[in-house]
């Protein structure tokens, strides 16, 4: 990482072009890291950089925002006070010079919209495997244990991991809090055994994949997610999430489920965007039980 400073370069910027231009340069002294390696070095620092939004920053589409500066200044080694505030003041510079900031919006001020017309009932595995056969990139899973999806939806992760597109699955963890948590808010019938079963099930599924493939991690948590999580292309301008709201005592197949494109609820996709990173990295990772070897077979 370079230690040239930019302030003075900094100091300067007014739009969001000169912004951008900053941008590039600080990329540049740091042997020109791509949008890849910013997403990637994000997530595992938990400090998320979707492609699609530093892209955008680094071409002038729009400035950043303040969390997605600071951690692209932290990916990039700027760590003095005054070096950082430059960077800060700058930014401050160009939202002022656009059209005042967007005061926190309240319902009155959206446009009254029918729930039915936002949510449907329930996600589709037909559509959600063709979504998997589009992806480009990444597919991100999250659930309880993903009882159904899994089983179904195997052969096209195998695929899309042929493709070299990877696949991050994130599931609760056997005989913790939340596995317990989930049984309670299934119901009477959402017996702990039964879930575990089910979970053993499709990790014994996933490690199939993990030994025949790579390019696919899981990760287990002891956290219960108040909704299930499928994202397709999530670092890219085209990307999109499905997220399925969780019920207590509900029937399964009618559960508030919407969907949200990038390129159309770039904040809200960010968020759910830096959550599932945040949870993801918070989780442990799941490791391969060893198959038994021909020698040790009794």
Known sequence: MSDDSMAPELKTVQTTEQLAAC????????????????????????????RASVGEARSGVRPPSKP?????????????????????????RVQASKASPPRQRRFGDLQSVPANRFFVEQDDLIEI??????????????GTTLSMHIPYLDTYLEQAL?????????????????????????GPDGMVHGLEERLAINLGLLDRLLERRTGMEVRLVDYLAPYTLYAYDPGLESGSMDLRLGSFHGQHELRPTFRLVRKRDGEWFDYFYEQFTSVWNSADEHRRMSQPSKDDTP
């Open 23 to 50: 941008i590039r340069n600080l990329l540049k002294q740091n042997d020109s890291l791509s949008l890849r390696e910013l997403e990637s070095w994000g997530i595992a620092h938990n400090r998320p950089m979707p």
């Open 68 to 92: 997605l500066l600071l951690n692209l200044l932290a990916a990039t080694d700027i760590q003095g006070d005054l070096e950082v505030q430059a960077w800060l003041d700058a930014l401050d």
């Open 129 to 142: 495997s063709h979504l998997i056969q589009r992806a480009q990139d990444e597919v991100w899973l999250w």
């Open 162 to 186: 042929s493709r070299d597109v990877r696949v991050k699955v994130l599931l609760i963890k056997p005989g913790s809090a939340a596995m317990s948590m989930s049984a309670f808010r299934a």
